[in-house]
């Protein structure tokens, strides 16, 4: 167990619709990313907060959101679901703003949309 | 923005034979290169990592080695055992993001 914690585990919603997921990070970490894995692909860095302020941003689409709260969860938005963005949503967290350190990953989420 | 290939896609290997999994990166900025191994439906977990002012480490069974003239790293297992059995994420960072390879599932054959 990496301290990081998702939920729900699983979600699944039609076209069009929203959904909130939310991460909670280790004890003491002020850093979450948030990743995106798909069936056939690697992990896609979506954007990264650092205590409560967007530090980095990826590959994340328009539609797709987040913030990082005061007590440091995070919660990813994603709108106007696609069928395309079904996958398997993680967050990690670090203890420090920065490259050189070690990210713990939680367990996901997985999102099916149909 | 960076761009990190990985090869190969997918490895056998027999039980106690090494494995290497090989990666390339385009942006010569990036400076902190972790390894994550992640099992069937888990979280990916950093198994060895290193940072662009060294050119290897080691631990235990598990090796990196960093070219940063090449720009390429490479993971390293030796005695390859059927617990090793995963797929197995590099990664190139540049301040706060970072880029993975498409990942190389390897298989340890008893």
């Known amino acids: 167990d990496s301290g990081v914690t998702q939920t729900p585990k699983h979600l699944i919603t039609a076209t069009g619709q929203r959904v909130t997921l939310r991460c909670s990070p280790r004890s003491g970490d002020l850093s979450v990313y948030w990743y995106q894995q798909s069936l056939d692909q690697g992990l896609q860095f979506l954007i990264q907060?650092?205590?409560?302020?967007?530090?980095a941003k990826g590959n994340i689409l328009e539609r797709f959101s987040a913030q990082q709260f005061p007590d440091l969860h995070s919660e990813l938005n994603l709108s106007s679901l696609e069928l395309g963005d079904s996958a398997l949503y993680f967050c990690?967290?670090?203890?420090?703003?920065?490259?050189?350190?070690?990210?713990?990953f939680g367990p996901g989420t997985r999102l099916t949309v149909l | 923005g960076e761009n990190v290939e990985q090869h190969p896609s997918t490895l056998s290997v027999q039980e106690g034979d090494s494995a290497v999994i090989k990666c390339t990166y385009s942006d010569s900025a990036s400076n902190y290169f972790p390894w994550y191994k992640q099992e069937l439906g888990k979280r990916p977990q950093l198994i060895i990592d290193?940072?662009?002012?060294?050119g290897e480490k080691k631990d235990q069974r598990i090796a990196v080695t960093l070219n940063k003239t090449a720009k390429h790293f490479s993971l390293h297992i030796t005695e390859t055992q059927p617990e090793d059995s995963a797929v197995y994420f590099c990664?190139?960072?540049?301040?706060?993001?970072?880029?993975f390879g498409t990942g190389t599932s390897l298989t340890v054959i008893p």
């Open positions: 290193i940072r662009s002012n060294v």
């Open positions: 990664a190139a960072s540049i301040v706060n993001q970072f880029y």
């Open positions: 990690a967290s670090s203890e420090i703003n920065g490259a050189n350190n070690e990210q713990f």
């Open positions: 907060y650092y205590n409560g302020e967007e530090r």
